[in-house]
């Protein structure tokens, strides 16, 4: 009886395994998406034919384009290892984004369950018009530049871990381990979202010297033949290093009973392309070509995904022979060029640009052609240069091209301003000079961003709680009002009288810190018994703008010995009496031997204060509207970091201490006093000769101060002026073009 017992336990546990099998192999039926078999009774939705994607749908192969966007992990408030986005998001967000045109969401890394269960159960709602992701597979990158060689056996293990950990998320069939630490998410996965995975993505962009290294260390490494993907004669290592990890996410997914296209990151400067006209060797030292591996019994196929953007690396502006082709507009097009130079380069293999796109911001990081810059632009023409570029890959016969991105992120960093704030609080204010933080086409505004208008009415200022009125006693000005929020110091005036900016300019001076400038031309004659660190002149459109004391410079500090000229001693004395405009590097003094020809050190004016409407419900709309007046009211929002902030939340400034290691001290204060006047007919309003003589006491101003905010961030979520510039341009691609088009002449 036991023996029956025992044979009828073990029977059930093997029935329960086979059922749990085949449960399994089984799972993508019971999605509800179109899809067909191979002979081996693998499942297919997606493929790739010559240079072309296709997608089965309507019972046949159908051409596809990629018309996709990108998607971080955060929202502001957090880093991306605190991954705290709620399905509730991903569902609105997933609307907003299908409404938009796109097909295809992309993704870096595992993301936390809740957006494989949001995307499941949107798609499950549109099951004739569902929406796809392509999925990254997040490399060790830091582990990789730090070691410069790839087949560490340690970073080989982690990635290949971090490529099976990737497949079971995306099939939902695994629990992970958080890590926030790193960024990584965890928890459990339960939802099959495979049946809506367009493709993978494999790595991230290669480190060149990390690339190079590799392959002078294994220069013997044999070739990779692997079950489903192989290098070709004549790979390099770290090619072959490539063709393994490829192979490996095909290895992983079979096992689920699926096949999808492959593809491994990739940008500009490992392209397979030479580029002659490249000033920075390590720009174009090494190649890292997708035409070198190659699918076998992978029956979907491969394809190359490239990050181009029209500004980096610097031969987008100074090679000649990338600048051979015009655009519609008749003018010569190094980005248009480029496109078609990489396309041509992979004569046998569909390729999409899965980055494009510029930002929306005051900072600017890299200058390109055709004002197509990484930074200084509205919202409207962020959304211009996007839908051009958009315009351009897909004329160019690409087979998708995902725009960079969908939403704000505030922690990201910029090589140019890194070094002016405090690294781990960047994710709790809003720095429009950090250009990388305002890519995307879904804005995440300051708190105030939809209470307080930058329009000349003080009307909204009656319903902020937290302003706070200035007792300022100075001729010309009867009252003035400040707040603040994440973004911005805002103040509001009420003149004794219509202010003319052609005839007459209004002047802020602000105090953070002990030091700066007691005199200058700009005071007519005053002189102040505490000095300014930065000044504010609000006249017409071309000198309205904040400078900064040239002892408080933190740019000329900074990059003194670094490509800009030596500062004149002059200027590094504290009341030089002289104001500076406030600006941000865009390059390097590039010199041989690390450059192959030499060009100045480049930087431009970021302190430009536009006149205009910060109401996006008007025509006139300007993003980067910062002041403006009607009658006797003005109103001005001023960026933090121009007046010297490396964190407001916790009342954070740059100090005078002459930066250590590229990095400046900061120094708590306590506020801001801000100094007012008016200046008419080269005279301070209200101001004879013998009080000029007498100095404004600066120090007894009253202190603009804020409880800060420690990590309770609020925001407003909106999309961009640029969002709907490219739904229009997306709606009007309907698929691919499948042949080789050569865009301009």
Same mark, same amino acid.
């Given at each position: 009886?036991?023996?029956?017992?025992?044979?009828?336990?073990?029977?059930?546990?093997?029935?329960?395994?086979?059922?749990?099998?085949?449960?399994?192999?089984?799972?993508?039926?019971?999605?509800?998406?179109?899809?067909?078999?191979?002979?081996?009774?693998?499942?297919?939705?997606?493929?790739?034919?010559?240079?072309?994607?296709?997608?089965?749908?309507?019972?046949?192969?159908?051409?596809?384009?990629?018309?996709?966007?990108?998607?971080?992990?955060?929202?502001?408030?957090?880093?991306?290892?605190?991954?705290?986005?709620?399905?509730?998001?991903?569902?609105?967000?997933?609307?907003?984004?299908?409404?938009?045109?796109?097909?295809?969401?992309?993704?870096?890394?595992?993301?936390?369950?809740?957006?494989?269960?949001?995307?499941?159960?949107?798609?499950?709602?549109?099951?004739?018009?569902?929406?796809?992701?392509?999925?990254?597979?997040?490399?060790?990158?830091?582990?990789?530049?730090?070691?410069?060689?790839?087949?560490?056996?340690?970073?080989?293990?982690?990635?290949? +871990?971090?490529?099976?950990?990737?497949?079971? #998320?995306?099939?939902?069939?695994? $629990?992970?381990? =958080?890590?926030? %630490?790193? !960024?990584?998410?965890?928890?459990?996965?339960?939802?099959?979202?495979?049946?809506?995975?367009?493709?993978?993505?494999?790595?991230?962009?290669?480190?060149?010297?990390?690339?190079?290294?590799?392959?002078?260390?294994?220069?013997?490494?044999?070739?990779?033949?692997?079950?489903?993907?192989?290098?070709?004669?004549?790979?390099?290592?770290?090619?072959?290093?490539?063709?393994?990890?490829?192979?490996?996410?095909?290895?992983?997914?079979? +096992?689920?009973?699926?096949?999808?296209?492959? #593809?491994?990151?990739?940008?500009? $400067?490992?392209? =397979?392309?030479? %580029?002659? !006209?490249?000033?920075?060797?390590?720009?174009?030292?090494?190649?890292?070509?997708?035409?070198?591996?190659?699918?076998?019994?992978?029956?979907?196929?491969?394809?190359?995904?490239?990050?181009?953007?029209?500004?980096?690396?610097?031969?987008?502006?100074?090679?000649?022979?990338?600048?051979?082709?015009?655009?519609?507009?008749?003018?010569?097009?190094?980005?248009?060029?480029?496109?078609?130079?990489?396309?041509?380069?992979?004569?046998?293999?569909?390729?999409?640009?899965?980055?494009?796109?510029?930002?929306?911001?005051?900072?600017?990081?890299?200058?390109?052609?055709? !004002?197509?810059?990484?930074?200084?632009?509205?919202?409207?023409?962020?959304?211009?240069?996007?839908?051009?570029?958009?315009?351009?890959?897909?004329?160019?016969?690409?087979?998708?091209?995902?725009?960079?991105?969908?939403?704000?992120?505030?922690?990201?960093?910029?090589?140019?301003?890194?070094?002016?704030?405090?690294?781990?609080?960047?994710?709790?204010?809003?720095?429009?000079?950090?250009?990388?933080?305002?890519?995307?086409?879904?804005?995440?505004?300051?708190?105030?961003?939809?209470?307080?208008?930058?329009?000349?009415?003080?009307?909204?200022?009656?319903?902020?709680?937290?302003?706070?009125?200035?007792?300022?006693?100075?001729?010309?000005?009867?009252?003035?009002?400040?707040?603040?929020?994440?973004?911005?110091?805002?103040?509001?005036?009420?003149?004794?009288?219509?202010?003319?900016?052609?005839?007459?300019?209004?002047?802020?001076?602000?105090?953070?810190?002990?030091?700066?400038?007691?005199?200058?031309?700009?005071?007519?004659?005053?002189?102040?018994?505490?000095?300014?660190?930065?000044?504010?002149?609000?006249?017409?459109?071309?000198?309205?703008?904040?400078?900064?004391?040239?002892?408080?410079?933190?740019?000329?500090?900074?990059?003194?010995?670094?490509?800009?000229?030596?500062?004149?001693?002059?200027?590094?004395?504290?009341?030089?009496?002289?104001?500076?405009?406030?600006?941000?590097?865009?390059?390097?003094?590039?010199?041989?031997?690390?450059?192959?020809?030499?060009?100045?050190?480049?930087?431009?004016?970021?302190?430009?204060?536009?006149?205009?409407?910060?109401?996006?419900?008007?025509?006139?709309?300007?993003?980067?509207?910062?002041?403006?007046?009607?009658?006797?009211?003005?109103?001005?929002?001023?960026?933090?970091?121009?007046?010297?902030?490396?964190?407001?939340?916790?009342?954070?400034?740059?100090?005078?201490?002459?930066?250590?290691?590229?990095?400046?001290?900061?120094?708590?204060?306590?506020?801001?006093?801000?100094?007012?006047?008016?200046?008419?007919?080269?005279?301070?309003?209200?101001?004879?000769?013998?009080?000029?003589?007498?100095?404004?006491?600066?120090?007894?101003?009253?202190?603009?101060?804020?409880?800060?905010?420690?990590?309770?961030?609020?925001?407003?979520?909106?999309?961009?002026?640029?969002?709907?510039?490219?739904?229009?341009?997306?709606?009007?691609?309907?698929?691919?073009?499948?042949?080789?088009?050569?865009?301009?002449?």
């Amino acid at each position: 009886m036991r023996k029956w017992i025992k044979w009828l336990v073990r029977l059930g546990l093997v029935l329960v395994i086979i059922a749990g099998a085949f449960y399994y192999w089984l799972r993508p039926l019971l999605v509800r998406i179109e899809s067909t078999t191979l002979a081996s009774g693998i499942h297919v939705k997606f493929r790739t034919v010559g240079t072309n994607v296709e997608e089965y749908t309507n019972e046949a192969w159908q051409p596809y384009f990629a018309k996709g966007i990108n998607m971080g992990a955060t929202i502001p408030g957090h880093f991306p290892g605190e991954l705290v986005i709620s399905e509730d998001d991903y569902e609105r967000w997933f609307g907003m984004i299908q409404d938009m045109g796109v097909n295809v969401i992309r993704v870096y890394t595992i993301m936390m369950p809740e957006f494989y269960e949001a995307l499941s159960k949107y798609n499950m709602k549109h099951q004739k018009d569902p929406l796809f992701f392509l999925q990254g597979i997040w490399s060790p990158e830091e582990q990789l530049i730090e070691g410069q060689d790839a087949f560490d056996p340690k970073i080989k293990e982690k990635f290949e +871990q971090e490529i099976k950990d990737a497949v079971a #998320a995306v099939y939902g069939q695994t $629990t992970l381990t =958080p890590e926030p %630490h790193s !960024g990584k998410a965890g928890g459990a996965y339960k939802y099959n979202a495979g049946p809506y995975l367009m493709g993978w993505i494999v790595g991230t962009e290669w480190d060149p010297k990390m690339v190079k290294g590799t392959n002078d260390r294994h220069a013997d490494t044999p070739d990779y033949d692997g079950k489903y993907f192989r290098n070709k004669p004549g790979a390099n290592a770290f090619e072959k290093w490539l063709a393994l990890m490829v192979d490996t996410a095909a290895q992983t997914e079979i +096992q689920y009973g699926w096949q999808h296209p492959m #593809a491994f990151a990739n940008w500009v $400067t490992t392209d =397979p392309i030479a %580029h002659p !006209g490249e000033p920075l060797v390590e720009e174009d030292l090494v190649s890292v070509d997708p035409t070198h591996i190659e699918a076998v019994n992978w029956e979907v196929g491969y394809f190359a995904s490239y990050h181009v953007y029209p500004y980096y690396p610097d031969f987008f502006a100074f090679d000649k022979s990338f600048q051979e082709m015009t655009n519609s507009k008749g003018e010569p097009d190094s980005y248009l060029t480029y496109l078609n130079k990489l396309k041509a380069a992979h004569p046998n293999l569909p390729v999409m640009v899965t980055e494009y796109g510029v930002p929306a911001s005051v900072g600017v990081a890299h200058l390109g052609t055709l !004002g197509r810059n990484q930074g200084g632009h509205s919202e409207q023409q962020q959304g211009e240069i996007d839908a051009d570029l958009l315009q351009q890959i897909h004329g160019s016969g690409y087979a998708g091209a995902i725009l960079f991105t969908w939403q704000d992120e505030w922690f990201k960093k910029t090589w140019n301003t890194q070094r002016y704030d405090e690294a781990d609080r960047r994710a709790y204010w809003y720095n429009t000079l950090t250009n990388e933080s305002f890519f995307g086409v879904l804005g995440m505004y300051p708190s105030k961003d939809n209470k307080l208008l930058i329009d000349g009415d003080a009307s909204d200022w009656n319903k902020v709680k937290d302003k706070k009125k200035l007792d300022v006693q100075a001729p010309g000005f009867e009252e003035i009002w400040a707040t603040q929020d994440e973004g911005y110091l805002y103040l509001q005036a009420k003149l004794s009288e219509p202010f003319d900016p052609s005839k007459e300019s209004i002047y802020f001076g602000a105090d953070t810190l002990p030091g700066g400038n007691r005199h200058g031309p700009e005071l007519h004659g005053m002189t102040l018994d505490e000095g300014l660190e930065t000044l504010i002149e609000l006249s017409d459109d071309k000198k309205s703008r904040l400078t900064i004391a040239s002892n408080y410079d933190i740019h000329a500090r900074l990059y003194e010995r670094s490509g800009l000229p030596e500062v004149d001693p002059k200027e590094k004395q504290d009341d030089s009496g002289i104001f500076k405009p406030w600006k941000l590097a865009v390059n390097y003094l590039l010199e041989y031997p690390d450059s192959r020809v030499n060009h100045p050190f480049g930087d431009v004016e970021v302190g430009l204060f536009a006149r205009g409407y910060s109401d996006p419900a008007r025509p006139d709309y300007n993003s980067k509207a910062m002041w403006q007046v009607q009658g006797q009211v003005l109103e001005m929002r001023i960026p933090w970091m121009l007046l010297g902030f490396s964190d407001p939340s916790s009342l954070s400034v740059i100090n005078y201490t002459a930066p250590t290691k590229n990095k400046f001290a900061m120094t708590h204060v306590k506020g801001v006093r801000f100094v007012p006047w008016i200046v008419k007919n080269e005279q301070v309003v209200g101001l004879d000769n013998s009080a000029a003589a007498q100095p404004v006491q600066v120090s007894e101003m009253p202190l603009y101060t804020w409880p800060g905010w420690e990590d309770k961030v609020k925001y407003v979520e909106r999309p961009k002026q640029s969002y709907n510039i490219m739904k229009e341009a997306l709606q009007k691609i309907n698929g691919p073009i499948t042949t080789n088009v050569q865009s301009g002449s």
